[in-house]
């Protein structure tokens, strides 16, 4: 997982403030950048010992992109293993609910 910086930052900064989420919460790391869609790791600004949240960012190729708080929840004891398999596991059920991408 890299650190968040350059077009990536941006990207995301500009789908925080688009969702009235830039107060409440800061990127931690990138967890995926593709040419698609990029998935990052959240924390609350208020509350830095709450559950991170992820934060998928679809930027779709003549689309306005959107923003997308993914239900994931990570246990402290969680190995990255374990932690990225329940990120991959959460993007795929985002795109397996949204027709347009299967079609």
Excluded: C, W
């Excluded at 403030?17 to 990138?30: C, I, P, Q, T």
């Excluded at 830095?48 to 402290?76: M, T």
């Excluded at 990255?80 to 079609?103: D, G, P």
Aim: net charge neutral; aromatic share 6%.
């Amino acid at each position: 997982m890299s650190p968040v910086s350059g077009k990536s930052e941006n990207r995301l900064k500009h789908a925080l403030e688009a969702r009235g989420l830039d107060n409440k919460y800061s990127a931690v790391k990138l967890i995926m950048d593709t040419s698609l869609y990029s998935v990052y790791l959240l924390s609350e600004n208020e509350k830095p010992k709450a559950e991170d949240k992820i934060l998928l960012i679809e930027h779709l190729p003549a689309q306005e992109s959107s923003a997308h708080l993914l239900p994931v929840r990570f246990k402290k004891t969680s190995s990255k293993k374990e932690t990225m398999q329940e990120i991959v596991a959460a993007v795929n059920a985002h795109f397996a609910q949204n027709e347009h991408y299967l079609s």
